[in-house]
């Protein structure tokens, strides 16, 4: 991942072109009219939240973080 404030890839979350009702409206008919591409966004959601957020890695990577908070 090249940044963990970048989510353009690997596209973990799905986003609407802009903040407004009828984007976000559109985004939701799109995923519900192609179930492929929303199983495919919630792997790609499930992957990372497992590789980034969950208990055991923060717990990991924490650590490390606080000895060099600048990283």
Do not use: I
């Amino acid at each position: 991942m090249p940044s963990h404030r970048d989510w353009r890839e690997p596209r973990p979350v799905a986003l609407a072109d802009d903040a407004s009702p009828e984007a976000l409206l559109a985004l939701a008919e799109h995923l519900l009219e192609h179930g492929e591409e929303r199983r495919a966004l919630g792997e790609r959601a499930d992957r990372v939240y497992r590789e980034h957020f969950t208990l055991e890695h923060t717990v990991t990577h924490l650590p490390r973080r606080m000895e060099s908070p600048h990283e």
